[in-house]
């Protein structure tokens, strides 16, 4: 908003590109994101997916347009080991971001959505959206317990840091899962048995963690992402079926 800023706009219109300076700076700009997220009016349906840890839910997310993927935005999956492999955003950034998707989408009839918990890492989504959540048509994803420790491998253990981070974060964990499984998990990681852990840590920490969420909702409709290409197909037909 003032002389840099003045002079990187100069800068960048002598060299041929398409840039304005906005007044009040970018503290002003941050004061209309949240003024409009408070006043944001959603028109759209919610389609929430609910599911356990690692059944492919953002993957489908993935294959719709009318979809917000908002663990993307805050760049976390939301619970103790989200941030592995990711550089989480700020909660300012995740504002930002989410502003503009929510007017890209909302002239649509639906969103699809993953179900959350009101925080997401350290970035908490507007009360609005989390109530249109929790209102929203739910549908359960589920997959094999082999698929869903494939996916896992694949996504938290890309180096040789997230395997680190991975066992500090197993170190620590408490609430459901007994310290006999939470060492035998870390002596599995230890010794490279990467496989064998990450079940443990689905079947012992993660599903007891989320079951009583995942239980006590009635659900519209049932997909299982074993199958991607198959799950895709069958949310397509069900949200036919809505219009």
């Known amino acids: 908003g003032g002389m840099r800023s ?31 997220l408070e006043q944001f009016q959603l028109k759209p349906t919610l389609i929430v997916l609910w599911g356990l840890t690692c059944t492919g839910k953002t993957a489908l997310l993935n294959h719709f347009s009318h979809s917000l993927d908002l663990e993307g935005l805050a760049q976390h999956r939301g619970s103790l080991y989200g941030g592995i492999s990711l550089k989480p955003r ?9 502003l503009w998707k929510l007017r890209e989408l909302n002239d649509q009839k639906f969103i699809l959505v993953e179900g959350e918990s009101r925080k997401i890492g350290e970035v908490q989504m507007p009360t609005f959206l989390y109530k249109a959540m929790l209102q929203g048509i739910p ?60 079940k443990i840590l689905l079947e012992y920490y993660y ?37």
């Open 139 to 198: 549908i359960l994803v589920s997959r094999s317990l082999e698929k869903r420790v494939e996916h896992a491998l694949k996504e938290y253990f890309s180096t040789a840091e997230s395997l680190e981070k991975i066992k500090e974060v197993t170190a620590h964990l408490f609430k459901v899962i007994s310290k006999q499984k939470q060492q035998e998990a870390l002596r599995l990681l230890e010794e490279g048995k990467n496989k064998e852990a990450v």
């Open 90 to 98: 700020s909660q300012k950034a995740f504002e930002n971001l989410l």
């Open 207 to 243: 599903d007891p963690l989320y079951n009583h969420t995942i239980k006590r909702k009635k659900y519209r409709f049932e997909v299982n992402s074993d199958e991607v290409g198959k799950a895709v197909k069958e949310l397509k037909r069900f949200f036919a079926s809505l219009e």
């Open 6 to 36: 003045r002079v990187m706009v100069d800068l960048l219109c002598s060299l041929g590109y398409s840039a304005f300076q906005l007044q009040g700076g970018y503290k002003e700009y941050r004061n209309y994101v949240r003024e409009q």
